[in-house]
């Protein structure tokens, strides 16, 4: 788990039964929390970054599930963000905590036990963030 102040991020690849929508229904408890396909995860940090912007700007979805993926995929379109992102049905896949270290905590005591998922590859700040500008404006 990474920290900074009062918020914590935990990414975990989970290899186990294949995800169900129940599962994926019960991620959080309180902390934000989404689920990805392997191949969407470049960088954690583009992760942190669609987490962040989900979790404090409250938009552009409803669902702050459903914002980070849009986030992270810098799509306009919800149906496109899931599409891409979605490990419905697979048996590997990552999950993304974010929020106070104790809700991030519980979170991960309701989850399928997993490996710590920090990839880095090529990593641009600015990508996120210029696509979250944009839906402010």
Not at 16 to 38: C, F, N, Q, Y
């Amino acid at each position: 788990m990474i920290c900074s102040n009062d918020m914590c991020i935990e990414v975990i690849l989970v290899s186990s039964e294949p995800l169900t929508k129940e599962i994926l229904a019960s991620l959080g408890s309180g902390a934000l929390a989404i689920a990805v396909r392997p191949e969407a995860v470049r960088d954690w940090r583009y992760l942190l970054q669609a987490l962040v912007y989900a979790y404090a700007l409250k938009g552009p979805a409803r669902d702050s599930r459903i914002s980070a993926l849009m986030y992270l995929t810098q799509q306009d379109s919800i149906e496109s963000a899931v599409a891409t992102t979605s490990p419905l049905g697979l048996s590997e896949y990552v999950v993304a905590v974010y929020g106070k270290r104790e809700e991030v905590e519980k979170a991960l005591k309701s989850l399928p036990r997993g490996l710590p998922y920090y990839p880095e590859r090529d990593f641009d700040p600015w990508l996120i963030t210029n696509f979250a500008l944009k839906r402010l404006t």
